[in-house]
């Protein structure tokens, strides 16, 4: 634990320091109350640097992290390829992955399982009609 003495008398503050140290203190000396708010407010001030650079540097670091998509997005109404700022055309799942930290997996939607695999679908409900 850290005691802050502020003492006017020089030999009382010495012998004080002194007992408190003996006793396992932290001690920190003050020839009088405005010396003692000085260095309470400037270690806080410091401390506070301290926490706040450090905070600034992890904010920084995430938003270097950060990719976002913003404002409107040209969109092909057949293929729902998508333009990119060079004119180029990528499929949704390209350009989303170069503009973020998204990733796909695939699979296959019932309404698409029974448009191009109507096979695959018929055999699924023989089997549920079987159990």
């Known amino acids: ?21 003996k006793s396992g203190y932290e001690v920190v000396e003050a020839a009088d109350g405005s010396e003692a708010w000085e260095i ?39 293929c729902k390829k998508i333009r990119d700022d060079k004119g180029y055309w990528d499929q949704v799942e390209i350009y989303i992955g170069k503009h973020s930290d998204a990733m796909f997996s695939h699979s296959i939607c019932p309404e698409c399982m029974k448009k191009f695999y109507p096979e695959l679908c018929e055999e699924k409900n023989n089997d549920d009609e079987k159990k």
């Open 40 to 78: 309470k407010v400037g270690r806080r001030l410091v401390e506070a640097r301290v926490a706040l650079s450090a905070r600034i540097k992890e904010l920084e670091q995430a938003l270097e992290h950060i990719k976002t998509l913003q404002g409107i997005l040209p969109i092909c109404s057949y």
């Open 1 to 21: 634990m850290r005691i802050l003495i502020a003492e006017d008398d020089s030999t009382s503050r010495k012998m004080l320091k002194a007992v408190l140290e």
